[in-house]
């Protein structure tokens, strides 16, 4: 089914928005804090004309690049800035030659869009149920799991489930059984590769449509932090350890991708709690959801950076020549307020008229990568020590 751009997300994303608002206002010891509203940067993203040269899925102009499918590797916000800023020529000439005004931004609306730009990068792809009845065929899911309306373990029952946290939470608590189950059965354990699971689960809720959705109320970092000590978690996954699940690398990029992680991994966590001699936690579908927000909230931050080293990309890019100390645009009044949504903001306004400057002055427009974007806001935001 072809995907359009509606402001009302598909059902089962719409507890992913809440879940998303919640995440991304956890505050960091260190870093920056990327604030913004799902829907409000949806509106941002269509008022000013985002989508005549950037498409969403295929659905806009084709100008840009596509900004909804899935990155092969995480984009952390200073990352998302900088691409911004080495695009910034190359997006003015085209707004030029099709006659677009440009629309200056506020920092909320700023954030509200890099809220939007994250979450449909980060949120599943829409399910295939022709796919999904094939994975349940190969996996054996039908030897225990029937399929028909009112037969004993009918996964039709299932489609009332709407969020895949909860897909998540229903599969931790049950896997000891489903296993014992299994090996009754001389059933191998299988796991789910890349979208397996998604698939699945839109098989799953295409069988039935006559049960009374079920849905979650977003889920809480602060509270999801609490139970992460609080059920066990943390003596294994020690944070900078080896089991390290904020780990950029390691951690899923999706939701359902994040469910099928937790399965492939139960057996071998069930093993490890019992060796410790540890209470097996179990989870209610609200626990689960505070779990996954303080999970995925970890990874929207960017490292701290080295003001050192950001002296030296302010001069090594040039800054200097319009930005040094006691120079009308002198900037050491950012002292303690740039952030990557700053930086955003500050490009998208300004940036043509910096850019048409350095073209006079014969200066080239300098690139610059996500790490040097976070060394060069350190340096910024101490002051330009």
């Known amino acids: 089914m072809k995907r359009s751009l509606i402001l009302a997300v598909p059902l089962l994303f719409l507890v992913g928005i809440l879940l998303w608002n919640q995440a991304v206002g956890v505050e960091k010891s260190t870093g920056y804090v990327l604030p913004g509203e799902v829907k409000e940067g949806w509106k941002v993203f269509t008022t000013k004309r985002c989508g005549i040269c950037h498409s969403i899925w295929g659905e806009g102009g084709k100008g840009g690049p596509d900004l909804g499918p899935l990155p092969k590797t995480y984009v952390s916000p200073a990352q998302l800035a900088a691409l911004m800023w080495n695009h910034g020529p190359e997006m003015w000439g085209k707004m030029s030659f099709q006659k677009l005004p440009l629309q200056k931004m ?17 949120m599943d792809e829409p399910g295939d149920p022709n796919r999904g009845k094939a994975v349940m065929e190969a996996k054996g899911c039908g030897k225990c799991h029937a399929i028909q309306k009112g037969q004993k373990e009918d996964l039709g029952r299932w489609a009332m489930y709407i969020n895949p946290i909860l897909w998540a939470q229903m599969m931790w608590n ?73 780990k950029k690398k390691d951690f899923p990029r999706t939701l359902t991708q994040l469910a099928g992680l937790m399965w492939n991994h139960s057996r071998r966590m069930w093993k490890e709690i019992e060796e410790k001699g540890l209470e097996r936690p179990l989870l209610s579908p609200q626990e689960m959801a505070d779990l996954v927000a303080f999970l995925f909230s970890k990874r929207y931050f960017d490292p701290p950076g080295n003001p050192l080293k950001g002296k030296m990309v302010f001069n090594k890019k040039q800054c200097h020549l319009c930005h040094a100390k006691g120079k009308t645009l002198d900037l050491k009044g950012l002292k303690g307020k740039v952030s990557p949504i700053l930086m955003a903001q500050t490009l998208w306004n300004h940036g043509p008229e910096m850019f048409e400057k350095m073209r006079k002055e014969k200066v080239s427009w300098q690139k610059i990568d996500g790490q040097e974007m976070v060394d060069l806001m350190e340096y910024l935001n101490q002051g330009m020590p």
């Open 106 to 122: 506020s920092l909320k609306e700023m954030a509200d869009l890099f809220a939007f730009l994250y979450f449909i990068r980060y």
């Open 174 to 246: 049950h896997e000891p059984q489903m296993e014992q189950a299994m090996k009754k059965k001389g059933i191998p354990w299988m796991e789910f590769k890349e979208n397996e699971m998604t698939d699945l689960i839109a098989y799953i809720r295409s069988l039935s449509s006559n049960f009374e959705k079920i849905y979650l109320s977003p889920g809480d970092p602060r509270s999801g932090e609490k139970l992460f000590s609080q059920k066990g978690c943390i003596v294994c996954h020690t944070p900078s350890g080896e089991l390290d699940l904020s």
